[in-house]
C-alpha cells in the first residue's frame, strides 16, 4: 500500500513529458521484463490453462485497465482528486471478493469498512481537496477502480496457489502481446524520446515500472492471498491520506492537522476489520 501511495502523485508527474497511454502501457513493459528475468531465474513451471484463464482476468484489470484510466484522468484532474475516487477501491474489491473468491465477511467487517469509507470522504469534503464537483475524468477513475477491484480480486485467489510474485509476473507477460505494440506506436508517434521530457518524468515512470507495476504486486499478492481478499484489502483505505501527503511534498499541495485526524480514523477502522473474520 505504501508503494501504491505514490503511484498516483508520480504519474503527475510523468504527465508533465510524457504521453499517457505510453505511461500506461510503457510501465507494463518494463515490468515484463522484470517478470520475465524473475521467471527465468526461478525456474518458474507454466501456468495451467484454468490458471491462464485467471490471469487474463488479473492483466485486463490491474496491466492494462487501471493504469490507462488512471493515466487519462490524470490529464484532466488532481492527484488529490483521483486519490478521493480511489477510495472505492477497497469496498468494490470487497464485493468482488463476495462475488469471485467465495468469501463472507462478518457485518463487524462491513461496519469498520464503511466507517473507514465515511472518514476518508469526510475529510476530503471538509478539507476541500476535490474542488468543483464530479467531472469527466471522474468517469475514467471510476472505471480505473472497476477493473483493480476485478484484478485484485482474481489475483488474490490466483496467489493461494502461484504465490504474489507469480501471479503478477505471469499477467505482466500475458498482457505483453498488447502493451508490446501500443506502447511501441505511442512512442514513434509522440515526442517520448525527445530533450523536452525531464529526467524527474523518466524517475517517475521508472518507479511506477519498477515499484507500482511489479514489486508492489510481489507483495500485495502474497498479502491478499494469505489474509483475504477482502479483509486485507481494506488496507487501503488508509491510501488516500497517505496519497494526499505525497501529492503535498512533491506537488505542493496543502495538508493540515485535518489530515493527521483523518488519517488516525482511518487506521482505526483498518485495525478493526483486520480483527474481525
Not at 505510453?22 to 527465468?40: D, E
Not at 498488447?178 to 506506436?185: D, E, F, G, R, S
Request: overall charge positive; hydrophobic content about 55%; proline content about 4%.
Amino acid at each position: 500500500m505504501l508503494g501504491f501511495s505514490l503511484s498516483l502523485p508520480l504519474t503527475k508527474v510523468a504527465l508533465t513529458g510524457l504521453d499517457p497511454w505510453f505511461i500506461a502501457f510503457g510501465r507494463s513493459v518494463g515490468a515484463g521484463a522484470l517478470a520475465a528475468a524473475y521467471l527465468l531465474v526461478s525456474r518458474a513451471p507454466r501456468p495451467t490453462t484454468a490458471q491462464l484463464r485467471r490471469l487474463v482476468v488479473v492483466a485486463v484489470g490491474v496491466v492494462v485497465g487501471f493504469p490507462l484510466f488512471t493515466s487519462i484522468g490524470l490529464t484532466m484532474q488532481t492527484s488529490a482528486h483521483g486519490a478521493v475516487v480511489v477510495t472505492l477501491l477497497p469496498g468494490a474489491t470487497a464485493v468482488l471478493a463476495v462475488l469471485r473468491a467465495g468469501e463472507r465477511p462478518s457485518p463487524r467487517f462491513w461496519l469498520a469498512s464503511a466507517a473507514g469509507l465515511v472518514s476518508v470522504l469526510a475529510f476530503v469534503i471538509i478539507s476541500g481537496a476535490v474542488r468543483g464537483g464530479v467531472t469527466s475524468a471522474d468517469v475514467f477513475f471510476l472505471a480505473a477502480v472497476g477493473f483493480c477491484a476485478l484484478g485484485y480480486a482474481e489475483g488474490g485467489i490466483l496467489a493461494r496457489d502461484l504465490g504474489g510474485a507469480r501471479t503478477i509476473c505471469w499477467a505482466l507477460i500475458v498482457a505483453l502481446p498488447v502493451t508490446v505494440p501500443v506502447t511501441a506506436v505511442v512512442a514513434l508517434g509522440s515526442n517520448t524520446f525527445s530533450s523536452q521530457v525531464t529526467a524527474t518524468a523518466w524517475l517517475s515512470f521508472a518507479y511506477l515500472t519498477a515499484v507500482s507495476m511489479f514489486l508492489g504486486f510481489i507483495a500485495w499478492y502474497a498479502g491478499l492471498a494469505r489474509g483475504g481478499v477482502a479483509r486485507v484489502g481494506q488496507v487501503q483505505l488508509a491510501q488516500p491520506a497517505i496519497t494526499l501527503a505525497w501529492s503535498a511534498l512533491l506537488l505542493g499541495e496543502s495538508v493540515g492537522a485535518l489530515t493527521v485526524i483523518s488519517a488516525l480514523a482511518v487506521l482505526a477502522s483498518v485495525f478493526a476489520t483486520q480483527r474481525t473474520r
